[in-house]
């Protein structure tokens, strides 16, 4: 289960819900604690990171969805840009999870990640010559490789990424939250992965649950969701929301 926050994330936790009068089909209006911006998927496209970055306000808090490599091409270069941003609170996605398993038990894990995208993070690495079909004692020798190329400094900061960040009624983490439970109380697996209900039932309790891992023709707000992950990787479109009192406002590649 997660904490009710991560320890260290640039945003402070701190309920600022108020009694604001609304008819019961309405969901609550956004109350974050000061305005921030939050940026979906980026999957190895430090190009498009770059100049998402160059449209938003250096002043503002910044909060990444997690997801940061594979897919693209450009993998290494991303989370060598996000280490050296820590005003940046970045999350853990999934692939980032498949990334340490492979590291830990690359035999065990080596398939499913190789599946997603890790073909192109160990590209991005100069790590070549593996597959998923590859010999025990070849992913063996790609992980110690790939092990040497990020250095224990990176590999530190991927294992430290929080699963989740809050800012008054703002709630954010990768895939979003099981919406049958207090955000309190979520299952790691759930925020990585996502749930069924996920993006089906609305939450009661007037929290917003900002999210990637889904990809979406646009970006949207709805039922106490954003969706964010614009699938920068296939379409050129990486996404960010600027998020205030009430409003939302999107800023795209």
């Keep these: 289960m997660t904490a009710s926050g991560p320890q260290g994330a640039a945003i402070m936790f701190k309920r600022l819900i108020t009694g604001i009068r609304r008819k019961p089909q309405d969901f609550a209006a956004l109350n974050p604690e000061l305005r921030f911006y939050v940026i979906g998927d980026v999957h190895g496209c430090d190009d498009l990171l770059a100049r998402l970055l160059e449209q938003l306000d250096p002043a503002l808090p910044l909060v990444c969805l997690g997801d ?53 993070t160990l590209a991005s690495f100069g790590v070549t010559g593996i597959s998923e079909h590859s010999s025990a004692a070849s992913l063996e020798q790609g992980a110690a490789a790939l092990r040497a190329a990020m250095g224990p400094e990176m590999i530190a900061w991927v294992e430290g990424l929080p699963t989740c960040c809050q800012s008054g009624n703002i709630f954010m983490a990768h895939a979003g939250a099981d919406p049958g439970a207090p955000v309190s109380e979520q299952f790691r697996q759930q925020l990585l992965w996502g749930c069924p209900d996920a993006r089906k ?35 050129g479109r990486l996404t960010a929301a600027e998020i205030d009192l009430g409003t939302v406002r999107f800023i795209s590649t």
């Design 201 to 235: 039932v609305r939450r009661k309790d007037d929290i917003w649950v900002v999210h990637g891992h889904w990809i979406v023709t646009e970006p949207t707000v709805a039922d106490g969701r954003i969706a964010l992950d614009t699938g920068a990787f296939a379409t």
């Design 68 to 120: 940061y490599i594979d897919r693209g091409e450009q993998s290494a270069a991303v989370l060598r840009r996000l280490m050296n941003r820590p005003d940046t609170t970045a999350l853990m996605g999934n692939h980032e999870a498949m990334l340490l398993d492979f590291l830990i038990d690359p035999v065990a894990h080596a398939a499913i990640w190789l599946r997603n995208g890790g073909l192109q």
